[in-house]
């Protein structure tokens, strides 16, 4: 009994100090944390400025691999425009899914297709050459040459070529877009081939997915530039 109550005399101390060392540790603890609380600085980054672009109309939207789209950049992308010669991609469309082309198969220049307007040098055609449709679909992708375009859309006749486009794009769902010849030139009463940005985005996706081979011309390195 008396060993008990020695050791308990002895424990007793010992126990009321260690909760007395334990308090004091967290009281310490607690005023160091509060203190560097106290001494946070906010930080602000400064806001990025909004991008600024002379273009009517645009859009950037970034695809991964495994297809998640983010939309980078938009502006006036609903805006009706005239589509120039970005004409060439719903061509170039329709020429790839045409049972009558053949990317082998040789064409001979027609003095028509020859005498387009805005044509660069290097896509320059002259009358009677002959040339493939790989090869014209080249030029016309990759320098925008008006003649080898005309060219290739005579194959089945201009105005069939034309109203495939204007059927296709229905059929994509380019309710914006209207098309009145493969070039994108304005005609002489200032008529002119029109689309907005969204409308594009929605063919180059149709493109990217299923024909390739438009987006490998345009990246090959070029002969001129």
Partial sequence: MRIFLISLFVSLPVFWGMNAFQGNLEKFFYAQISESIGQIVEVRF??????????????????????????LFKKNTSEILPLASLTKL????????????????????SKTAASQENVPNYGNL??????????????????????????????????????????????????????????????????????????????TKYIFRNHPLILEITLKEKAYL
Wanted: hydrophobic fraction near 40%.
């Fill in 90 to 109: 719903m061509a170039a469309t329709i020429i790839l899914e045409d049972i009558n082309y053949d990317l082998k198969q040789s064409l001979t220049i």
């Fill in 126 to 203: 002259k009358v009677g050459e002959s040339l493939t449709v790989e090869k014209l679909l080249e030029l016309m992708l990759s320098y925008s040459s008006n003649d080898a375009v005309y060219a290739l859309a005579e194959v089945i006749g201009i105005d069939n070529f034309v109203e495939k486009m204007n059927l296709r794009a229905r059929e994509l769902g380019l309710n914006q877009s209207q098309f009145l010849n493969p070039t994108g030139l304005e005609d002489s009463q200032n008529n002119f081939n029109y689309s907005t940005a969204d409308d594009l985005t929605i063919l």
């Fill in 46 to 71: 400064p806001e990025k400025p909004l991008l600024e672009l002379k273009a009517k109309s645009a859009i950037s939207i970034k695809i991964s691999q495994t297809g998640r789209e983010k939309t």
